[in-house]
């Protein structure tokens, strides 16, 4: 049982380049979350889902998509990577009645 | 705006000692409320949680007191211990509205001091 994993764990992207980053699940869970961390600041939610085929937008959902095609995978699209999309990325998720929300270790990304 | 806060960037406490890490929030619809612990290079781990209908929620050395009037919570570990040194971040949901949305404070680094 793995949990959630993301990938990558680091980054480095040039301005206007685009990249996907991976979550997967085996926790069977419905909901999962994508947030961003910036220094010295609470995560903030960029996506959600609740189910396969589910996703709605978070607080900062500009710059960014998602696709839920799986239970298990719910990856997050960067188009035209910006400087202010520097972040550490996590991915999270739950069942449903839960409100334990179980995160992965990150993905660090630069964007220069 | 801020809905939840956590007003204390850093603590430091000796080993032995009582915690203290507070957290107060403005949204008079949150009705549950979370405490995430997080390591360097780690993601936040799930510590303990209470409900709007409770005023304390006790697991082990830890502690969570929720005084509504006050919109304010704090999390108490005793007897603090090295290990604990990590961010700590409150968090808050509106249960009422079927969200399981959670709302996060910016953190309160906690350092234990052998």
């Known amino acids: 049982n793995a949990g959630v994993t993301q990938t990558p764990k680091f980054r480095i992207l040039k301005i206007g380049q685009s990249m996907t980053l991976q979550c997967t699940q085996d926790?069977?869970?419905?909901?999962m979350y994508w947030y961003r961390q910036d220094p010295g600041m609470g995560l903030k939610l960029i996506y959600y889902s609740v189910g396969a085929g589910i996703t709605d937008k978070g607080e900062v959902p500009n710059g960014y998509n998602v696709s839920r095609s799986t239970t298990e995978d719910f990856p997050l699209r960067l188009e035209l990577a910006a400087p202010s999309q520097t972040s550490v990325y996590f991915c999270a998720s739950h069942r449903g009645g839960s409100y334990e929300q179980y995160f992965g270790p990150g993905t660090r990304l630069t964007v220069t | 705006d801020q809905q939840v806060k956590q007003n204390s960037p850093s603590l430091s406490v000796q080993e032995g000692r009582i915690s203290i890490l507070n957290c107060d929030y403005t949204?008079?619809?949150?009705?549950?409320f979370l405490w995430y612990k997080k390591y360097p290079a780690e993601g936040p781990t799930f510590l303990i949680s209470i409900s709007s209908i409770k005023d304390k929620n006790e697991d082990g050395r830890f502690t969570v007191f929720l005084n509504k009037s006050a919109k304010h919570l704090s999390l108490h570990i005793v007897p603090s211990q090295p290990g604990d040194s990590a961010v700590y971040f409150c968090?808050?949901?509106?249960?009422?509205?079927?969200?399981?949305?959670?709302?996060f404070g910016k953190g309160t680094k906690l350092s234990v001091i052998p």
């Open positions: 949204n008079s619809m949150f009705d549950y």
């Open positions: 968090a808050a949901s509106n249960y009422g509205a079927g969200s399981y949305q959670l709302t």
């Open positions: 926790m069977n869970h419905n909901y």
